[in-house]
């Protein structure tokens, strides 16, 4: 045989080859693309056991097409798809950005279209942990409020939240009213998301909501930082909504308190009525050493000459929480008497 010939034998065998293993490689192809087909279309099925299979399947598959019929699926269930959220979570673990991409293409679209009662995205999308956080954070800047909602009550309802979740905390304080008070609740259930946003927390005092200055104060109060949620909430002493949380914290600070003076006493020559009448009211809660209350007795004397018979009433109240007796010399007490307002009159009496 000559070379030339022999060759031509060795190339064709080599051919032969490469088409016997490009025969194999493409029946293995389809035969996935098969199994593929057969567990998204089993994905509807009626029976509970076989959808469950179905998503093991496409665990196994890594398949990029299913997991966005993962997320069609849990749209569907009605009941329980935790399991579909682990099958999605294990098929995330080893996933190309195609993947990552369709999945998050998927959970925004669902976060975006959910109906106003359908709350079920929240915790399925939430239930994928650091998986959803990338649609989480396009929900959050789409145009859909109904997207932004959901993409916070998502956040809810991950537990414990990653720190990586912090700067969409963060980013959702600085939405909407209704956003902004959601986004609180998440911060109220974690001390530590509570201590890393607290200068924003600060600023929230002075929200223009009132559910928000509420529940900014009282994360703050709670966090260890009452003193900073008091001084914060000074400026907002014409709103009677604070008035009990107020108290319990001013109790509690004691020595500490004193700080504090100088704010009280500038609000008790506030422009409005109200806010003295409440700094007089709330004055004595105030716990420091007896050595400490005589500035507090002098800012209440000086109320006394309010021309607001509301805030002097305050503040002769205050003055007989603080000293149990009031001692009036015969002069004051004889002017309060004769005052013009009767709820004065029956207190100095």
Not at 129 to 153: D, M, N
Not at 155 to 171: D, F, N, R, T, Y
Not at 172 to 199: F, H, N, T
């Amino acid at each position: 045989m000559t070379s030339t010939r022999r060759r031509r034998v060795l190339f064709f065998i080599a051919l032969l080859s490469a088409l016997a293993v490009g025969a194999g490689f493409a029946g293995v192809v389809l035969r996935r693309l098969h199994i593929e087909r057969q567990a998204i279309h089993s994905l509807s099925s009626p029976d509970v056991r076989t959808r469950r299979e179905a998503a093991r399947a496409l665990v196994e598959l890594r398949s990029v097409r299913g997991t966005r019929a993962l997320v069609t699926a849990a749209r569907a269930e009605r009941v329980d798809s935790s399991w579909i959220a682990e099958a999605i979570v294990d098929i995330a673990a080893g996933a190309t950005p195609t993947a990552d991409s369709l999945l998050t293409a998927s959970l925004v679209e669902w976060l975006e279209s959910a109906s106003g009662g359908d709350w079920a995205v929240a915790s399925f999308v939430g239930a994928l942990g650091e998986v959803s956080l990338p649609a989480i954070s396009r929900a959050l800047r789409g145009q859909s409020s109904t997207g932004r909602l959901r993409a916070i009550e998502s956040l809810k309802w991950m537990s414990p939240i990653p720190p990586e979740a912090i700067p969409l905390v963060e980013e959702a304080l600085a939405g909407s009213p209704q956003e902004r008070y959601e986004a609180l609740k998440i911060v109220a259930s974690s001390r530590e998301v509570a201590v890393e946003v607290r200068p924003l927390l600060t600023g929230l005092l002075g929200d223009r909501d009132r559910r928000v200055r509420f529940a900014a104060f009282r994360i703050l109060a709670d966090s260890g930082a009452a003193r900073a949620a008091v001084e914060g909430l000074l400026s907002q002493l014409d709103d009677a909504e604070f008035d009990g949380v107020l108290r319990q914290r001013l109790r509690s600070l004691g020595q500490e308190g004193v700080a504090l003076l100088p704010g009280f006493t500038a609000a008790l020559r506030s422009s409005d009525a109200r806010v003295r009448a409440r700094a007089a009211w709330l004055l004595p809660d105030i716990h420091v050493l007896a050595r400490q209350t005589a500035p507090i007795q002098s800012a209440l004397h000086a109320a006394l000459d309010d021309g607001d018979p509301l805030v002097r009433w305050a503040a002769l109240r205050s003055l007989t929480r603080i000293l149990e007796m009031l001692s009036l010399d015969r002069a004051l007490a004889a002017r309060l008497l004769r005052d013009a307002s009767p709820l004065v009159r029956r207190r100095a009496a």
